[in-house]
């Protein structure tokens, strides 16, 4: 039997704009907060500390806005669920320029304004249907600002994980934007129908070659929560730690993902 084609997941560009504009204020209003203590902790992110990482949602908004200012592309030839896959690729330049722009900003909060103002700039100025080349393709300007969702959701609980106590909150329409491009991932990474990955309640994605099943339980499942998944999916737990600690369940010959994780690191 041929394989199936899947009809690329869509998303609404008005949910999706708030959610980012949702989940950057939560960031802005956590990072007012800090102290130039809590800015020079380390976090898992390297070398980084968190005056880098709070740079680096800086360049969230400023990734788009230097693709604008770029020659639009023919053709969208880009996928969507293939950005994540590409990010690995760009880690070296990313970190460079989160020190370079740490070391220009002195207060990291007026700087994570001017990017926001910029940004609802651009989503006001330019249809969604504008190309940007982005490292995976040429992909819609709407399309690109779901991968914000991600990079803020992401980022957001590296910053938490950093500064104990902080606990900026994850706007829902962000977490499951997030959740779902990073699934959506992982079956363009290892496409199949042998394997079901659950991630209630945003998310469900049928993965990995082998027999396809069509009804009933499948004999491969993967379940786990929204958050446990994304720190799967980006590196930040191991598999056998997630399993370990009962955070994901897996049954079935072909439900062990240690291989296929991370997805976007």
Request: hydrophobic residues 45%.
């Amino acid at each position: 039997m041929p394989p199936v084609r899947k009809r690329p997941r869509s998303y609404d560009p008005a949910r999706t704009r708030a959610a980012v504009l949702a989940q950057y204020g939560h960031v802005r209003a956590a990072v007012a907060t800090l102290t130039p203590e809590q800015l020079a902790l380390p976090t898992r992110l390297g070398d980084w500390t968190v005056r880098e990482l709070v740079a680096h949602f800086g360049m969230v908004f400023a990734a788009p806005h230097r693709m604008l200012g770029m020659p639009e592309p023919s053709r969208p030839d880009g996928q969507l669920a293939a950005w994540p896959l590409a990010i690995a690729a760009e880690a070296p330049a990313i970190a460079d320029a989160a020190h370079q722009r740490a070391a220009r900003q002195p207060d990291p909060g007026a700087h994570l304004a001017e990017m926001e103002r910029q940004f609802v700039a651009d989503l006001d100025t330019y249809p969604g249907s504008r190309l940007l080349d982005t490292g995976s393709g040429a992909l819609p300007f709407a399309d690109y600002v779901v991968t914000r969702a991600v990079e803020l959701v992401v980022h957001t609980d590296d910053l938490n994980d950093a500064v104990p106590g902080l606990d900026v909150p994850l706007d829902r329409q962000a977490l499951a934007a997030a959740t779902r491009l990073l699934a959506d991932a992982l079956a363009v990474k290892a496409p199949g129908g042998s394997t079901e990955v659950r991630v209630p309640p945003y998310a469900v994605v049928q993965c990995v070659e082998g027999p396809r099943h069509t009804r009933g339980t499948p004999p491969n499942v993967v379940e786990t929560d929204p958050l446990t998944w994304i720190r799967l999916a980006t590196g930040r737990v191991a598999w056998t730690d997630a399993l370990a600690a009962a955070a994901v369940s897996a049954s079935g010959e072909r439900a062990d993902l240690a291989a296929l994780l991370p997805v976007m690191a």
